[in-house]
Structure formats: structure tokens, C-alpha cells
């Protein structure tokens, strides 16, 4: 009688596995279908960045200002703009983010503030860019006589660079082990130095990933500028002024008739996605070592 049971046993072991292999089968090859599917289309993508801007690299790009119609330029311009207003954007963002995200890990975890704080800041983060733009255009453009400025446009993005800090430096510092905080509190440290000291060193990694990440996603944004910096043809370094950017100037060339101004917008978007590959890619690179350094 044990025999048969035993044998019954393993006719149902073999008919559930055997489900069992075939179900992974299919999820499987649909995995490896559904993946192949996006890179396909990224890979499509691409490819027609880089063969629509080839004949557009070159060093008039990087040197020449943004041209009339029908005539030769370049983007230096533009790429002057984008970096003035990016670097003002984290330079605005960073330091509020990481501020208000020690806030929350430190004080206001288990408070019912720091519970409204986290939703208003994921509310932030989801928001439409194109509405933090005309948010600025009102509360700044509007005020400022109707000046459009590079400094406008630095605020706007700004606002994109502040949730993304604020929720990388929590979740950076609640994953800090407490008995760190224990033993830094144990020798009579202050909290606040425990904080700068201890916490801030554990997490640097997380935090510096995050505020390249959020680099990454407003050098390609377009629609707060188009409200707030605008752009300008010519070379202008005063932030109080209107003022060029890669992204605002894609948009206007891409869509005219002349093939110039397309050249110089496939240029422009290959320079642009070169450099998010390139934020990205080290902000990949500072999270790998920091996790071999701790292994």
C-alpha cells in the first residue's frame, strides 16, 4: 500500500512540475519577446539620432551662435545657456533638497508632518513640468514686468531638481544603519554633527546619484524654459536677460522648414543624449563602487 501511494505521490509531483516548466517556458520567452520589443525600438531610435546628426558634428557646433535662416551656425549659444541655467537649477535645488530630506529622515519620520511633507514632495515629483513653468512665469515673469530671464528658467528647474534630491536624500539616509546613530549619540556627538559627520558621509553616494539624476532630467527639459528663459539668438551671459538652451532651441529648429536649422537640432539632441548617457552612466558607476567598497 506504501508503494502505491508513493507511486501516486510522484505521478502528481511529476504533473505539477511539469506545469510548473511549462508555465516558466512562457514566461520566459515572453520576457525575453517583450524585451527584445523596447530595445528594437530604442535601438531604432538611435539609430536615427545618430544618422540624422552625423553630418552635423562638427566644431562650427560648438563655436558658432544659433543662425538667421538658410545660413550655416552652430549651437555655442545654446550649450552656454544650458549649462548656466542646469548649474544655477542644482546649485537653487541641492542644498533645499538635501536639507528637507534629512529633515524628514531625521525628525519627521514618524511624525504626521513628515508624512504630508513626503506627499506633497511625490506630488512635486510627478507634476507636469509645463506647470512648474507657468507656475514661475506667473509667480516671477509676470512680477518682473514680463521679463523672461535665464534666472526664471533656473527657478523652474529648480523645482524639477527639489523633489528628486528630497526623496533620494530620505530614502539615502533612512537606510543608514541605527546603530550608527546610536553609537555616534552614545559618545554625548550632537545630533546635528552625527548628521554632517556620520550620516552624510554613509550616504554620500545616494545623494550625489540623485542629484545627477536629476541633472540628467532637466537638461533635456523644455517646456518651463519656453515660459520662463525663452531664448535668445545671440551670445548673453547676463542670468537677468533671456537666454538660449539646447532644448528650446531643438524645439523651434526642429519643426522649420529650412534644413539647416533641422541639421543643427538633430545635432544638438545627439549632444544632449550623449550627455544624459554620460550623467547616467556615472551616477551608475558611483553607486557600483560604493557597493563593492562595501562588500
Known amino acids: ?12 509531483a511529476d504533473r505539477l512540475y511539469g506545469r510548473r516548466r511549462i508555465v516558466n517556458g512562457v514566461a520566459i520567452v515572453l520576457g525575453c519577446l517583450t524585451a527584445a520589443f523596447g530595445l528594437f525600438f ?27 535662416p538658410m545660413q550655416e551656425g552652430g549651437l555655442a549659444n545654446a550649450f552656454f545657456g544650458s549649462a548656466v541655467m542646469c548649474a544655477l537649477a542644482i546649485a537653487i535645488g541641492t542644498p533645499m533638497g538635501v536639507a528637507a530630506g534629512t529633515w524628514l529622515a531625521e525628525y519627521g519620520r514618524a511624525r504626521k508632518v513628515g508624512t504630508v511633507v513626503r506627499f506633497v514632495n511625490d506630488i512635486l515629483l510627478s507634476a507636469p513640468s509645463i506647470v512648474l513653468g507657468l507656475f514661475v512665469y506667473t509667480a516671477f515673469v509676470m512680477q518682473t514686468g514680463g521679463r523672461f530671464s535665464a534666472l526664471a528658467g533656473a527657478i523652474a528647474l529648480a523645482f524639477i531638481v527639489l523633489p528628486v534630491v528630497v ?3 530620505d530614502e539615502m539616509l533612512q537606510l543608514v544603519p541605527t546603530q550608527m546613530r546610536e553609537a555616534a549619540l552614545s559618545l554625548g556627538v ?19 546619484t540623485g542629484i545627477l539624476l536629476a541633472l540628467a532630467r ?6 518651463p524654459l519656453l515660459f520662463t528663459a525663452f531664448g535668445n539668438q545671440y551670445w548673453n551671459s547676463d542670468v537677468m536677460r533671456p537666454m538660449a538652451s539646447v532644448p528650446v532651441v531643438m524645439y ?21 543624449t550623449s550627455f544624459v548617457l554620460i550623467v547616467s552612466l556615472v551616477a551608475r558607476a558611483i553607486l557600483l563602487r560604493k557597493r563593492i567598497s562595501h562588500d
Open 1 to 12: 500500500m506504501a508503494s502505491v501511494v508513493t507511486e501516486r505521490e510522484r505521478q502528481v
Open 252 to 272: 523651434q529648429y526642429a519643426g522649420s522648414p529650412y534644413e539647416s536649422w533641422q541639421q543643427l537640432a538633430w545635432a544638438g539632441a545627439l549632444v544632449l
Open 42 to 68: 530604442l535601438g531604432w531610435i538611435l539609430w536615427t539620432l545618430v544618422s540624422k546628426a552625423a553630418g552635423g558634428i562638427n566644431w562650427a557646433l560648438f563655436t558658432q551662435m544659433t543662425p538667421p
Open 190 to 208: 550632537p545630533h546635528w554633527k552625527v548628521i554632517v559627520q556620520v550620516l552624510y558621509r554613509s550616504a554620500s553616494a545616494g545623494i550625489v
Open 167 to 169: 526623496r533620494t536624500t
Open 218 to 223: 532637466i537638461s533635456g527639459e523644455t517646456a
